[in-house]
């Protein structure tokens, strides 16, 4: 038998309109006294249940993290009781005992035996940031399939700008675009907008854009997508100043300017991970458990003493995303660890940037972990310089491995003291020391 470890509390089944709670109260060595209500969802009714919970004695309540259902009874109760948030998934009920008194029932049951893994839920002033930053990316994403809508427009008028210039709506692109919807310009004349390397494309412009078919309809058409990218242009500003000014607010600024010591993290992307992570890792022990909160590393699976495989668990989508964003960007930055271990795992990975992703984004994470903890900016990994022993060891590598390809090669030791000249050693072959190298085999030297 599981022995109770809390002594009041109560499980709450939300709804859209009623709440099902039930209240168990009683020893920890003994049976719980139940009690079952049926509650309204209004702020009035809830804050009847808050009054009904502290009459009781109520110290712990928990309930599931259902759509956004359950944010108004955690408003009303965080003050009073300590209110845990399960996710729906692991506290399932038996098959055929889905009810809505018994769901709250089963709760209750989890949570005074000990059996419920609380979700994070961030302080309020986090929350607020989460909001800015994610309705951020919504917005970006808004835009990107506004710009594929242009895209399928111009498609549909025989245009193929997409095929000649990279991006359609950089300088030159919208410059081009701007004419096509005046309907005045021949097609020479629109390729004379390119700038900067797309010059060297003017000869393909002018012929993507021979014998279009743009109407009025389809100009018509991307004068809506052109207005409603302007307008998402500027609320996107907005929000970049919104977050900013919340960072402040909530005292977050020294934390965002730690994390944009780490490489591949800019200011966008910091407040990113900062709104999803939160500033206290006091919340995750150990950087594995960010790491498994967030998704970053492979589920547990093993069984009969072995390992199968496992995918990454769900995670947090956004804080996943935002990870992959800064894993591109250090991999593009010169003389960083991070990059040479994303290519690294690629060319491993028959070329595959799946797994790279996942195991770069794994390794940021617990750095992000590190600064955030610790509260000291990052400093970069410096490779030190070989030593003489190290030297050595690669020079063997390399003349074997080229040895095996059937490339002599022909090695000196190092000159003696005084003199210029250099002592010869046995080149190497595929089947070990060889004479001198015979025919069109390549040589090179190395100085050991």
């Known amino acids: ?93 038996r098959k055929g005992h889905k009810t809505d008194d018994k769901d709250g029932w089963w709760l209750a049951h989890l949570l005074r035996h000990a059996m419920i893994h609380p979700s994070f839920i961030r302080p309020r002033p986090i929350r607020e940031l989460r909001d800015l930053t994610r309705r951020r990316k919504r917005l970006l994403g808004n835009a990107g399939a506004e710009k594929n809508r242009v895209q399928k427009i111009l498609e549909d008028a025989n245009v193929k700008l997409g095929n000649v210039l990279t991006d359609v709506f950089g300088v030159s692109g919208q410059l081009m675009l701007d004419a096509l919807l005046k309907g005045k310009a021949r097609p020479e004349e629109i390729a004379q907008f390119a700038k900067r390397s797309a010059k060297r494309k003017i000869p393909e412009i002018i012929q993507a854009l021979e014998g279009h078919r743009m109407s009025d309809h389809h100009r018509t058409m991307i004068g809506y997508s052109l207005k409603h990218l302007e307008f998402l242009e500027e609320q996107i500003g907005e929000i970049d100043g919104a977050i900013v000014g919340k960072i402040k607010e909530a005292g977050l600024e020294p934390e965002w300017q730690l994390l944009q010591t780490l490489p591949g993290i800019q200011e966008r992307s910091a407040a990113a991970i900062l709104a999803e992570t939160g500033a206290d890792m006091e919340q995750f022990p150990t950087a594995k458990d960010l790491s498994s909160w967030a998704g970053v590393c492979p589920g547990n699976n093993r069984s009969a003493g072995k390992n199968k495989s496992s995918h990454t668990t769900g995670g947090n989508p956004w ?12 991999a593009a930055k010169k003389n960083c660890f991070l990059k040479d271990k994303f290519w690294r795992i690629t060319t491993k990975s028959g070329g595959k940037k799946a797994p790279a992703l996942v195991a770069v984004a794994h390794m940021l994470l617990l750095l992000v972990y590190q600064v955030l903890r610790t509260h000291k900016p990052f400093e970069d990994r410096t490779v030190a310089p070989l030593d003489e022993r190290q030297k050595q060891r690669l020079i063997r590598h390399h003349v074997r491995r080229l040895g095996k390809l059937g490339i002599a090669i022909q090695c000196y030791a190092p000159s003696a003291p005084g003199t210029r000249k250099r002592q010869p050693l046995r080149p190497v072959g595929p089947a070990g020391p060889i004479g001198p190298p015979i025919g069109h085999q390549k040589r090179s030297t190395a100085s050991a």
Request: glycine content about 6%; aromatic content about 6%; overall charge neutral.
């Open 319 to 330: 804080l996943r995303s935002a990870l992959t964003e800064c894993v591109w960007a250090a």
């Open 1 to 93: 038998m599981i022995c109770a470890a809390v002594e009041r509390c109560a499980g709450i089944d939300v709804g859209k309109t009623f709440l099902a709670v039930c209240v168990m109260t009683g020893p920890l060595d003994g049976e719980a006294r139940v009690q079952r209500r049926r509650v309204g969802t209004t702020t009035a009714e809830l804050e009847s249940l808050r009054d009904w919970l502290q009459a009781e004695g109520i110290t712990h309540v928990v309930m599931e993290s259902t759509g956004s259902y359950w944010k108004p009874v955690y408003n009303v109760l965080e003050s009073s009781v300590k209110v845990y948030l399960a996710n729906p998934q692991e506290v399932k009920n």
